[in-house]
């Protein structure tokens, strides 16, 4: 059954914990294919099907440019997608396991299968890690017409009986032998997910703009993130300049778990906000993973994040098997992605909730303005899960955005229609929203002063790292 235009919000309380729920509004996979079929040939495809079922998809297709236009939060999932589940756990875990490794290891094996990163991975005290491919849309055009491979291997409980340093170097370069192929196969599969969402918003905005600028920019960036757990920040701080794994490192892991009891006890109480009025998680506290922040392509996909809990943590913990590459999924933290929003319809942050095996797309700012505000980019950030500091996320993302060359024209878009946070603090908002509004726009710059009218999308998205992540040294955890 479908959900409600603009998706389910509650109130929920989780321990200590208020928060505003959106429940995404969800998309079959099978009404995106038959939407976007119908919107590429102008109906004729449709023309033939029952009155019921043309009345059924365009409710569908109403729905969606409802939840992603000015009134609606921006974002929606994609539901019931073939494979989804096994794509997912065939690659999600290995952002884990290669944030982990020792440097020069994980160096030859972003280099054996052509990725890169654009953080530093030097760096022990990272929030995030995440390792990035220029994925091309002519090879996942091709590979649209022949689905992603059921031949997929499933990372399952491959542990070795001990730690010798050969044959724990042996298993990860087995593990990782299909990293570069699942990389690509499900960033494939995603790029055609926009692209199908691109058609079916030309068809209300009139022409093919979204699309077009899409294919023309000829690829798009695919991202493998792991957003850092306090264990796995403290692991990396205390064997950041350590080569490969050893026994006496690994015996020692257990110890530095228990160790961080009474810093994590620490967090809790100075860091880490759970009152209900403060459930918002405004500027640069610790219990952010990711600043808040507009994206500046046109759409972003995501898998529904993926959580993970080191085995020796997890019922197992009794074992003699320990190493932080062995870990195991657990369900999400008070059934949360830790994705929020900003909603500001509803002038409130919102906790979004989706199920594991859906996909996200979110609006960006080009988007925004190639349409002229008729869809609306979304204010996010992700969330540490309070009292789950042993926890990371793991989600992969592609980012698919115009050509460097493509030129904004702003002469029918003005940015007071836009969802900018420079239009957030209006008068009439209650007192402690206004000062979250304002802690907000010290870190986000507003759209207009960042867009210039005749601006290529080069120049904008400059313009726009250069405010985020400049000399005032915001967003450094994005």
Same mark, same amino acid.
């Given at each position: ?25 969800? /998309? ?43 009134? *609606?939060?921006? @974002?929606?999932?994609? /539901?019931?997608? +073939? ?32 990725? *890169? ?11 995030? !890690? ?25 990372? @399952? ?49 009139? *022409? ?60 809790? *109480? ?40 080191? !085995? ?9 098997? $320990? ?21 500001? $319809?509803?002038?409130? /942050? ?12 979110? =609006? ?20 540490? +899960? =309070?009292?789950?500091?042993?926890? $990371? ?17 702003? !002469? ?7 969802? !900018? ?22 870190? /986000? ?26 000399? $005032? ?6």
């Amino acid at each position: 059954m479908q959900r409600a235009v603009r998706g389910k919000q509650k109130t929920h309380r989780a321990g200590m914990e208020q928060v505003q729920v959106l429940e995404l509004y969800e /998309v079959r996979y099978s009404d995106l294919m038959l939407l976007s079929s119908s919107s590429t040939s102008n109906h004729s495809d449709s023309l033939s099907s029952p009155e019921e079922e043309l009345a059924r998809l365009q409710t569908i297709r109403t729905s969606i440019i409802e939840t992603l236009g000015p009134k *609606g939060p921006g @974002l929606l999932s994609i /539901v019931g997608v +073939p494979n989804a589940l096994l794509l997912r756990h065939n690659l999600l875990p290995l952002a884990r396991k290669l944030a982990l490794l020792d440097h020069d290891c994980r160096k030859r094996l972003l280099k054996e299968h052509n990725l *890169g990163s654009d953080v530093s991975l030097k760096n022990p005290d990272r929030n995030v !890690s995440s390792f990035a491919m220029q994925l091309k849309y002519a090879e996942a055009l091709e590979s649209s017409s022949s689905k992603p491979s059921h031949d997929t291997h499933l990372h @399952l409980n491959l542990e070795p009986t001990h730690l010798d340093v050969n044959e724990v170097r042996k298993f990860q370069e087995d593990e990782f032998k299909s990293l570069g192929d699942s990389f690509k196969d499900l960033g494939y599969f995603m790029m055609e997910l926009g692209l199908r969402l691109a058609q079916i918003c030309d068809e209300f905005i009139g *022409g093919q703009e979204l699309e077009r600028s899409l294919l023309e920019s000829g690829t798009a960036k695919g991202r493998l993130i792991h957003y850092h757990s306090i264990l796995d920040k403290h692991f990396m701080r205390q064997n950041g300049r350590r080569k490969g794994p050893t026994k006496k490192q690994a015996n020692s892991i257990k110890d530095q778990a228990h160790c961080l009891i009474s810093e994590q006890k620490q967090i809790r *109480g100075s860091n880490f906000v759970t009152d209900g009025d403060n459930a918002r998680s405004c500027g640069n506290d610790m219990n952010l993973w990711q600043q808040w922040h507009y994206d500046y392509g046109i759409f972003t996909i995501l898998t529904a994040p993926m959580f993970l809990v080191p !085995s020796y943590l997890a019922e197992n913990m009794g074992t003699d098997q $320990s190493s932080p590459s062995f870990d195991e999924e657990c369900p999400y933290p008070n059934g949360y992605s830790y994705l929020q929003i900003f909603d500001p $319809s509803k002038n409130d /942050v919102l906790m979004v909730k989706t199920s594991p095996e859906s996909f996200i797309i979110q =609006v960006g700012e080009s988007a925004d303005i190639l349409s002229k505000g008729k869809i609306r980019s979304t204010l996010h950030c992700v969330r540490r +899960p =309070v009292n789950f500091e042993n926890v $990371s996320r793991e989600t992969f993302v592609v980012f698919l955005q115009p050509a460097w060359s493509k030129t904004f024209s702003i !002469s029918e878009y003005t940015t007071e229609h836009s969802v !900018s946070v420079g239009n957030l603090c209006d008068e009439g908002i209650e007192h402690g929203l206004n000062e979250f509004a304002q802690d907000i726009h010290k870190i /986000v710059p507003p759209l207009s002063s960042r867009l210039k009218d005749g601006m290529t999308f080069a120049e904008f998205s400059r313009e726009t790292t250069k405010q985020y992540y400049g000399g $005032s040294g915001l967003q450094s955890n994005r």
